[in-house]
Each structure stands twice: as structure tokens, then as C-alpha cells.
């Protein structure tokens, strides 16, 4: 048996390490090449069933039913996933299932475009990653030293998010085109055995001294989490009905996370009906979307400090919405300016094609995306006291699970019965007046909002002005100067404090603001 995992003192000392010194640590290096196979395997696979599904079935209901089998178990059983991997041997957990996972993919290549062995064998792969996910984000920091834990969570996130544009975007259609989509499902396959055989060479990682625990007590302990889990989302809520700005950052972030649900669902439909192309080739509507996405990133980065953050999301869904309606309806625009320029404009009519116009369009829409969804987060993270953040982010994972639940189950079938662009036109309008609503019915962003916002981005995001520095001192010493000069003491005078550094004034007066005034104009 292997020997429990034992960080090297040489590698516990406070001396500063660099970003990638993390990859120096065999271990945690083993772990992360077994997460970019797994990550990058289970987004071609996604991205592979999606074809084959659609392919057999014709049917977007059938695709609907398909995610139902990636998210439902995550749904029943992470609460408890979570109780029996803290008891057993982490090591152990991911080998195992990583190896089950590969016996299934390998059932899954045989059964061929069987669309009912394909949903049971893909709900038993689900229900393992449930019990991979928290034994590998548990054995993170048990083979990686304290200094080197950021720079290890990084990593994880990074690839987490590269590997959803590697996988579906790129690996996924490459394999698919070249070979076939169930060529996708043997190639997934083999990415799991190599990463059963890297989580076999990490050490040993058992629980703590009696945390083992019988069948009974694991479903007994299970059960204690989920009511306690339970507790705890019920005082989120009543927080979430007490202030009005937390309430509107979780239904802005409600609307990205169904959004991403009903683009999965209408995505083939939409390559094969509005495009003119084969299924596989929706990856044209995608790909643009994620670059779009990393633009958005890079500009909010830019710019975002220049504007407040609320009518950033309320742009960013305005935009979305007209951007998805101009998409539903890019047939008859590319037909139309076709027409239009031909005669006058000939090399211009032939550079516009309904290609063309969906690429720049689902660029244009990642961006959106990416304003709404990145700020909104960024605001609830800012507005939520330290002691409630962790059971809102339960609401708001709940609420992330329902609304990618509900277009899942509702959009397939209403789809086959209307038709891929009128759905898409109904969302983008709802996505419009959701926008308008926010404009319309919260009230002005506040002085105070802006105020802080503009604080934070001082201290946080901006260098420090010496100008601004000297200035303030300036101003400090004057005041108590004119004060004394009055015979009367003023707060600069009342105590030896030092002047305020600049940005900090704003940070002083939110935390001195009662706990029942709103930080935000919402």
C-alpha cells in the first residue's frame, strides 16, 4: 500500500514561488494531466453524443433528454458525493472512477446510435464524475505545499475553462469531420484510461484517523448534509428577499446560465435548419461565441473601471437580446443585403453570406455574454456580506441548476412543434425586455454606487497617484489647522490619525452605512 501523503519540509518554507513552479511538484502534476484529459474528454464527448443524438433522432427534444443525462445526477447526488469521498481514500476515488468511466465509454462506442443505451450508459458516467470532482479538488491541497496553492487553483480553473474550447469547440468537430462522432466516443476512452493510470501513480491519500465509517453511517451522514444544506439555503433566500441588489445579481446571472442551456439544446437544430448545414457544423455558432467571450474578458479588463457596473449588464443584456433576434433571422438579412448590393456593390455582395453574418453576429453576442455575466458576478461577490456569501452562492448554484434545467426540458419540445428560430426570437425578446426592465424599474445608479465603485477601482485596479497622495496630506493638515484655528477641535484633530489614503474614504463610509441601507441603488 502506498504511504500517505507527506509534504517535503523543504517544500513547506514561506520562500516566494513563481506561477509555474507548481508543475515542479510530481504529484499535484500527475493530478493536473489527469484533469486536462478527463476536462478535455468529457467536452469532446458532450460535443460527440450531441451529433449522434441529433443525427438518429432528428428530434431537439432528444438532444434536451441528453443534457438531462450530464446534469441530472450532479443535481441528486453532490450533497452526498462530497460525505463518502471524505472517508475514503481520495487516490483511490479517482483511479476508480476514472476507470469505470472508461469501461463505460467503451460500452458506449459498441452500443452505436442505440439513443437508449447511449442515456443509461451516460447517466452512470455523470454519476461517477459526481464523486470524481470533489475527490480531486480535496486532494489538491494534500499534494501541493501552502505557497503553491494559488498558483495550483489557477491552473485548475484555467483549465477547467480552456478545456471547454479545446474539447467541444476544436478537438470535438476536428475528430468528428475527420472520422466520425463515435470515433469521438474511442478517443474519449482512451483519455480515460490515461488518466485512471496517472491518478494510480499519485500517493496515498486515506482519510483522517476515524473518518471511516460502515455503509449505514455514510447514508446516515449523508443525510445530516443534506438537511443542513438544506437550513442553510432557506436563510439565503430570506437574505436574498431582504436586499434587492443581491436579488437582481442572481436573476441577471439565472439569465446567462438558462441562456447557455437553450444555445446547447438549439444548436444542431439551428446548423441544420437555419444554416443549411450538417449537424457537427454548429460548431460555427460556437466557437465565435467562446472567442467573443475572451474579448468581452479582455475589454471589461480594459474599460470596465470607467463605467458602473449595473448599466454595463444592462447594456450587455440589451445587446444580447437584439444580437440572438438579428442571429434567428441572418437568413433572410444575408439574402436581403445580397439583393441589395449586388448590382451596385459586386465584390461587397460577395463577401456577405449568411456565414459570415452568424460569425460576426455570435462574436458580437459572446461579448454581450461576457458583460452580463462576468460584472454580475463581480457585483454579488462585492454587495454580499462575508458571513451569508457561502449559502447565497448555494442559492445561486441552485438557481444555476434550475435554469439550466428548465430550457433543457421546456425548449426541445416546444422546439420540434415551432421551430428552432422562433424560439430563438422569443428568448432574444425576453432577453430585450429583461434589459428595459432593469432600466425601467431599479432605481437610479446612486451617487454612493458610483462613489464606491470608484473607490475600489482606486485601491484595487489603479496605481497609486503620489499627486494624489501629496494632495490629500494637504488638504488633512489644512482642515486641522482651520479647526484649531476656531477653537474647536475637528475629526482630523479629535485623534492622531493618519490622513486617508486615497480611495479609502468610500470604503470608510460603506462599512459605517447601517446594515439595513442597500449598498447599491437596488
Not at 349 to 377: D, P
Request: aromatic fraction near 6%; glycine fraction near 8%; charge should be negative.
Amino acid at each position: 500500500m502506498s504511504e500517505p501523503i507527506a509534504i517535503p519540509a523543504a517544500e513547506q518554507d514561506e520562500t516566494p514561488a513563481r506561477a509555474l513552479d507548481v508543475l515542479r511538484n510530481r504529484p499535484f502534476l500527475l493530478l493536473w494531466l489527469s484533469q486536462v484529459a478527463t476536462q478535455i474528454g468529457g467536452n469532446m464527448v458532450l460535443f460527440g453524443l450531441t451529433v449522434i443524438i441529433f443525427d438518429a433522432t432528428g428530434s431537439n427534444t432528444a438532444v434536451s433528454v441528453l443534457l438531462l443525462t450530464f446534469l441530472g445526477p450532479a443535481v441528486l447526488f453532490s450533497a452526498v458525493a462530497g460525505v463518502f469521498v471524505d472517508r475514503l481514500d481520495r487516490r483511490l476515488v479517482l483511479a476508480a472512477t476514472n476507470i469505470v468511466r472508461f469501461v463505460l465509454f467503451a460500452l458506449m462506442f459498441l452500443v452505436g446510435d442505440n439513443v437508449w443505451a447511449i442515456y443509461l450508459l451516460n447517466i452512470l458516467v455523470s454519476t461517477a464524475t459526481v464523486f470524481f470532482a470533489p475527490a480531486e479538488a480535496s486532494m489538491i491541497p494534500m499534494v501541493v505545499p501552502r505557497k503553491l496553492l494559488l498558483s495550483a487553483n489557477s491552473l485548475f480553473t484555467l483549465t477547467l475553462n480552456a478545456a471547454f474550447a479545446v474539447g467541444f469547440a476544436l478537438l470535438g468537430p476536428l475528430v468528428v469531420n475527420l472520422a466520425s462522432a463515435e470515433a469521438v466516443i474511442a478517443v474519449v476512452a482512451v483519455l480515460y484510461l490515461v488518466a485512471f493510470v496517472f491518478c494510480l501513480a499519485l500517493p496515498a491519500a486515506p482519510p483522517p484517523s476515524g473518518a471511516g465509517m460502515t455503509l449505514a453511517t455514510a447514508f446516515a451522514t449523508a443525510s445530516t448534509a443534506i438537511e443542513g444544506t438544506a437550513g442553510e439555503l432557506r436563510e439565503g433566500l430570506v437574505y436574498i428577499r431582504d436586499h434587492p441588489s443581491i436579488r437582481w445579481s442572481l436573476i441577471y446571472l439565472a439569465i446567462t446560465a438558462s441562456l447557455i442551456g437553450i444555445l446547447g439544446v438549439l444548436g444542431p437544430g439551428f446548423a441544420t435548419e437555419v444554416l443549411g448545414l450538417r449537424t457537427q457544423d454548429f460548431v460555427v455558432v460556437v466557437l465565435p461565441l467562446g472567442v467573443g467571450v475572451v474579448v468581452g474578458v479582455l475589454v471589461l479588463n480594459a474599460y470596465g473601471r470607467l463605467f458602473s457596473r449595473r448599466r454595463i449588464i444592462e447594456t450587455g443584456l440589451v445587446a444580447l437580446g437584439v444580437l440572438l433576434a438579428f442571429l434567428a433571422v441572418a437568413g433572410p438579412v444575408a439574402r436581403f443585403l445580397q439583393e441589395q448590393t449586388a448590382e451596385d456593390f459586386p465584390n461587397v455582395a460577395s463577401a456577405i453570406s449568411l456565414l459570415t453574418i452568424v460569425i460576426v453576429v455570435a462574436g458580437l453576442a459572446g461579448i454581450a455574454y461576457a458583460f452580463v455575466a462576468i460584472t454580475a458576478q463581480t457585483e454579488l461577490q462585492e454587495d454580499l456580506h462575508e458571513d451569508v456569501r457561502g449559502r447565497v452562492f448555494g442559492v445561486l448554484n441552485m438557481l444555476v441548476s434550475v435554469a439550466s434545467f428548465l430550457p433543457i426540458i421546456i425548449i426541445g419540445p416546444i422546439s420540434d412543434l415551432v421551430g428552432t428560430t422562433t424560439i430563438l426570437v422569443v428568448v432574444a425578446i425576453a432577453i430585450l425586455l429583461m434589459g428595459i426592465g432593469s432600466i425601467v424599474l431599479r432605481p437610479p445608479v446612486s451617487a454612493a454606487e458610483l462613489a464606491a465603485e470608484a473607490g475600489e477601482r482606486l485601491v484595487t485596479q489603479a496605481p497609486i497617484d503620489q499627486l494624489a497622495v501629496v494632495t490629500t496630506h494637504e488638504i488633512f493638515h489644512e482642515e486641522a489647522d482651520a479647526a484649531r484655528m476656531r477653537g474647536g477641535p475637528s475629526e482630523a484633530a479629535a485623534e492622531p490619525a493618519t490622513p486617508p489614503e486615497p480611495g479609502r474614504a468610500d470604503e470608510t463610509a460603506a462599512a459605517e452605512r447601517p446594515p439595513d441601507e442597500p449598498s447599491t441603488g437596488g
